[in-house]
């Protein structure tokens, strides 16, 4: 069993930046794939990164494309999203969630193995 928690949410401006976090207890994360979602109120869940389990490779859609990186540190359990040039529409609660083998593809939410509880990102006009 792996328990995920995501921190690093919070207000602010646009055009500003959060660093979100994602650490993973319970078993190592080594091997497991993870993904950021995130969800707005009266939206459908969406993806926003996705990251292999060696750090190797990573994916992110169009619509975060060139402001939000996704990266992970294994010797340290954690993923993490740096979100820069952050707008409006990004107000959400981001999750991470992880993905073992065999894996499925990226964004597959109803696959996804563990989740997180979210954290709130809030960004102010």
């Known amino acids: 069993q792996v328990q995920l928690v995501e921190s690093g949410g919070g207000l602010v401006q646009a055009g500003g930046s959060l660093s979100l976090s994602c650490v993973a207890s319970?078993?190592?994360?080594?091997?497991?794939?993870v993904n950021w979602f995130r969800q707005a109120p009266g939206k459908e869940q969406e993806f926003v990164a996705g990251?292999?389990?060696?750090?190797?490779?990573?994916t992110v859609p169009d619509s975060v494309k060139d402001r939000f990186t996704i990266s992970r540190d294994n010797a340290k359990n954690t993923v993490y999203l740096q979100m820069n040039g952050l707008r409006p529409e990004d107000t959400a609660v981001y999750y991470c969630?992880?993905?073992?083998?065999?894996?499925?593809?990226?964004?597959?939410?109803?696959?996804?193995?563990?989740w997180g509880q979210g954290t709130q990102v809030t960004v102010s006009s």
């Open positions: 990251i292999n389990w060696s750090g190797g490779f990573a």
């Open positions: 969630a992880a993905d073992v083998p065999p894996y499925t593809y990226w964004g597959d939410s109803p696959n996804m193995d563990y």
């Open positions: 319970g078993r190592t994360f080594t091997g497991y794939n």
